[in-house]
């Protein structure tokens, strides 16, 4: 005789609703958006269906819409003008600047709107790096006072969450120095604190116009083949002051999510990035997959690897099906 029957708790919808021990909702979700200059235009990024780049005006009534589903934070991202870059991403903290601008009106319409902010130099860097350029190296510590200044002017216009993104040594320690120093002891700080040289972020890269000019980004970004590295940036970064901690690409790297998450108590965030939404419409366009239910089954792997927080482009998709 069989005692121990697990199919019990699989018996109807209604109890395995009751058992089910993972669930996402849109309060778990921070939805990227990308930004570019002018007025009323939106235009599609090719390699992400249904991803746009949009100008402030209609970035502003998107979040109004996106809001009315329940998503309340956003990641902004800029696509910054080439005439405008420069060796020290000096426009990073032009008040008068694209970025900063928005991130003010953003705040000034919806205060209760959570803005998570980039920070980092490649947007901004004629070198397309995350870190200023000296002789062919990318050099660690005089980028942390420009990534300190771009931080501060974020968080004057009304930044609720930083995300340096650089993988800079000691950043999250001098940025938050800098925010206390300048009187934003209450800005937060996502650190992306597990991010590895991947190849699934060539999509963003294309939305942004901000691949590296020359070489790559190994000597800053971690080796996709280590895991226990991953715990000497996190440790680092709690000590630092870090209030989340980032891994990212997500889906190939669960097992890291799940390794800070059983080793750190701070909340977890899991970056669903580009290329992994990207090869999702590109299935679901060839018939090849069911999208709504391979989305649904990939945030719920995040969540259940131990992500708090999912950074993601299916966001306002997920959020529409409720």
Excluded at 56 to 61: E, G, Q, T, V
Excluded at 128 to 138: F, L, P, S, W
Excluded at 167 to 184: E, K, N, S, T
Excluded at 261 to 282: C, H, Q, R, T, W
């Amino acid at each position: 005789m069989i005692s121990h029957r697990p199919r019990r708790n699989r018996k109807s919808q209604v109890i395995r609703d009751l058992v089910q021990e993972n669930t996402v909702t849109v309060n778990d979700l921070i939805f990227p958006l990308f930004l570019i200059e002018g007025k009323n235009k939106k235009s599609e990024v090719k390699s992400m269906p249904g991803i746009f780049k949009w100008t402030n005006d209609l970035l502003l009534k998107e979040i109004e819409q996106c809001m009315k589903l329940g998503i309340k934070t956003f990641a902004l991202f800029p696509n910054i003008n080439d005439k405008l870059k420069d060796k020290l991403a000096t426009e990073s903290w032009n008040k008068k600047g694209l970025y900063l601008q928005s991130i003010r009106e953003i705040k000034k319409k919806f205060p209760e709107a959570v803005i998570m902010t980039d920070v980092a130099m490649d947007p901004y860097s004629s070198d397309g790096h995350d870190g200023i350029v000296k002789n062919g190296e990318i050099v660690n510590d005089e980028t942390l006072e420009v990534l300190a200044r771009m931080a501060i002017a974020q968080a004057e216009c009304g930044a609720d969450i930083i995300g340096p993104s650089d993988m800079m040594d000691g950043r999250v320690g001098y940025l938050r120095d800098a925010l206390d120093d300048a009187g934003f002891s209450k800005v937060s700080i996502m650190s992306y604190t597990a991010k590895y040289a991947s190849a699934f972020y060539g999509p963003f890269r294309d939305a942004l116009d901000s691949a590296p000019k020359f070489g790559d980004k190994k000597t800053y970004q971690m080796n996709p083949a280590n895991s226990r590295e991953a715990l000497i940036e996190a440790e680092l970064d709690t000590m630092e002051g870090a209030d989340f901690l980032m891994v990212k690409p997500a889906l190939s790297y669960l097992d890291i999510i799940k390794l800070l998450n059983d080793n750190f108590n701070l909340p977890i965030a899991a970056y669903n990035v580009s290329g992994e939404y990207a090869m999702v419409k590109a299935a679901a366009a060839k018939g090849w997959i069911d999208g709504q239910k391979i989305m649904n089954e990939t945030l719920l792997s995040m969540k259940r690897a131990g992500a708090t927080v999912i950074l993601t482009y299916f966001a306002k998709e997920f959020a529409l099906q409720k």
